[in-house]
């Protein structure tokens, strides 16, 4: 366990509305990533992040924007959120053997 | 884009009986892993392949690494109940830390 904490684990939001995931780590972890999951796509990345205020897109990225502000959390926002982003999003660290994922949060946006 | 097919998408077996999911691409992979995921939770890592035409085992579960590195398998031998999951591949490039997931087989072993 990477120590991966991801927050909130259920969220139910109105369209137009913006929301902020949240993804705090406790092993000091370098790389941080967000993705989502949804039927039949497998995970997508959404962005990623190298290091404190270091973020790049990955290949979903539109609608999302990220921060990283402390090495422990990573903050994704959906600026206006909208029924595409209704979805499962993942937060994942990259360790020695590979990456280690958090819980998910289920996102739903009515 | 890099892109990881994963075929068949979906398998019902009987407890004992043997399985193979095959994981291909048209691009080569400096890496190739793969994860088991329950309903509810995240992936969790089961092996990480970085040679061509490597082969590891893990208990009943065999994983291939193709000679060219664009493609891997995984054969579960005498499937049990628990072996039920979400599976899927991910390929990695020696450019970064990045990782790119097939669209995962579901895997459902009835006892």
């Known amino acids: 366990d990477a120590g991966i904490t991801q927050s909130p684990r259920h969220k139910v939001t109105e369209t137009g509305t913006p929301v902020t995931l949240r993804c705090h780590q406790t092993e000091n972890h370098r790389y941080m990533y967000w993705y989502r999951q949804d039927p039949g796509h497998g995970l997508r990345l959404i962005h990623y992040s190298y290091g404190v205020k270091d973020t790049d897109k990955g290949e979903v990225s539109d609608g999302y924007s990220v921060s990283r502000s402390k090495t422990e959390d990573f903050l994704l926002t959906l600026e206006s959120a909208t029924s595409s982003q209704t979805s499962v999003y993942f937060c994942?660290?990259?360790?020695?053997?590979?990456?280690?994922f958090g819980s998910g949060t289920r996102l739903t946006v009515v | 884009t890099q892109l990881l097919e994963q075929s068949p998408q979906f398998l019902s077996i009987q407890e004992g009986e043997n399985l193979t999911v095959y994981c291909n691409s048209s691009s080569v992979f400096s890496s190739l892993q793969w994860y088991r995921q329950e309903p509810g939770e995240g992936p969790v890592l089961l092996v990480t392949?970085?040679?061509?035409?490597e082969v590891k085992k893990l208990k009943r579960l065999t994983f291939q690494f193709g000679d060219a590195r664009k493609d891997s398998s995984l054969h579960i031998t005498a499937a049990q109940p628990g072996d039920t999951g979400l599976y899927l591949c991910a390929g990695g490039t020696a450019a970064g830390n990045k990782l790119t997931f097939g669209g995962g087989t579901r895997v459902l072993v009835k006892p």
């Open positions: 392949v970085v040679t061509g035409g």
């Open positions: 994942a660290v990259t360790g020695d053997y590979g990456y280690t």
